[in-house]
């Protein structure tokens, strides 16, 4: 990536973290940016154009920074799983800002199909990772079982997340909230493993 | 309540429903509730007055449809849980409207400290009212493990909601996963009394 396209997509997540979604004008990313309006235009056609590459570049920077970890990436598949999901609750501002730009564009999208292509895919591979990690975890237990607890655990890291980030939930509390629920879905498969 | 005041809030949370927070304007919610923005002023003071009365007219519609059911009350405190959360989740013109202005309220407090308060107190009631159908179903929990599931399956509940509102997740599937949840969290709140 350009440092300019770079420049542009990091200044989107700001605005888009400030302000929400509706509140990003191109002339106000230009400023942010420093660059003029003609070149987002000339890297990313369009106001859809631009929504969808921030979208990709912050997913990009979620990845990044849940790997940025890695040098101490447990072998334990446990507390692997609990790094993956926990490293979203963190008070770090780019953890903050990534975490409110994300969930801004997830709530857009209730108004706005555009983006729904590049967040169904988003969730999928989130929840597929997910799904990975309890499969080690259970390996009896059921597919369908893994998978939708893993749908279960993602859905609720985001209904967290919101309220973290609106003020209503202190983030040790969130994060005691989700290790807690791995230790009930974790178990509830395990069961299902013994009973089948 | 007069009938001005409930056509403007009904009228509110419409257009937040259409548009979200931000695209409303009190000039075209003059429009849509048929008065003018003159008698908007004099009944909600300024914006956030009005956004602050739109959530409780909302979280009160919300309500009065869970109890619309209520002929059908069932006695059973599994079904009566089950039902309290489900409600949420129906493909009705009015369900869909209050899930959406509802979402879009909470996603946008992240943003505007102004709702926090009236959101905190919604949040705690729908919390204590779920923890009152899971301490009937396993009065033997302690009561915070009781309390820490109503949190974790609210948020995922409205998680979920923000899933199936976009279109990223089928109604019959949110209603499954949440299903499931409540099984998964008296499974294990029944084990816990066994332990103790």
Redesign the interface.
């Known amino acids: 990536m350009t440092d300019r396209r770079r420049a542009i997509l990091t200044g989107a997540a700001r605005v888009i973290a400030?302000?929400?979604v509706?509140?990003l004008r191109v002339a106000d990313l230009a400023a942010e940016a420093g660059v003029s309006t003609a070149l987002i235009y000339y890297h990313f056609k369009d106001r859809p154009g631009i929504l969808r590459h921030a979208l990709a570049f912050i997913g990009d920077r979620a990845d990044r920074y849940t790997e940025g970890q890695v040098t101490a990436r447990p072998s334990d598949p446990r507390q692997l799983l609990e790094q993956t999901l926990l490293l979203e609750f963190q008070d770090l501002p780019e953890v903050r800002e990534n975490s409110?730009a994300w969930?801004?564009l997830?709530?857009?999208?209730?108004?706005d199909?555009e983006l729904?292509e590049e967040?169904?895919a988003a969730?999928a591979a989130w929840v597929a990772e997910v799904a990975g990690h309890l499969a080690v975890l259970c390996p009896a237990a059921p597919a369908g079982a893994v998978t939708?607890a893993a749908?279960?655990l993602?859905?609720?890291?985001?209904?967290?997340s919101?309220?973290w980030?609106?003020?209503?939930l202190p983030l040790e509390h969130a994060r005691?909230?989700l290790r807690?629920?791995i230790g009930?879905?974790t178990?509830?498969l395990s069961?299902l493993t013994a009973a089948n």
């Open positions: 400030r302000r929400g509706r509140g409110t969930g801004e997830r709530a857009h999208s209730v108004f199909p729904r967040l169904a969730g939708a749908e279960r993602t859905a609720l890291l985001e209904g967290l919101v309220r980030l609106s003020g209503l005691g909230l807690e629920a009930v879905e178990g509830r069961s």
